[in-house]
């Protein structure tokens, strides 16, 4: 397994719950593209978890970061 950092502008308060299914992945970013996403967004939510390959198994955390 493989902790990635995943990032996005839309907060799930019930990721833990499905995982799979939840609306950060139609806005989900990698770490080079955060800058990017920051200039246009005054919040993003940094989510931490593990995948199996590609596919999501556990989410380990959640940050808010403020511009």
């Keep these: 397994m493989k902790d990635v950092k ?3 502008p839309v907060e799930d308060k019930a990721i833990r719950e499905n995982l799979n299914d939840s ?16 200039a246009t967004n005054r919040v993003v939510f940094e989510y931490s978890i593990k995948f199996d390959g590609t596919k999501p198994i ?5 940050k808010r970061l403020v511009k």
């Design 23 to 38: 609306p950060i992945w139609k806005k989900a970013y990698h770490a080079e593209d955060l800058p990017r996403i920051q």
């Design 6 to 8: 995943v990032y996005s």
């Design 58 to 62: 556990q989410l380990t955390n959640v």
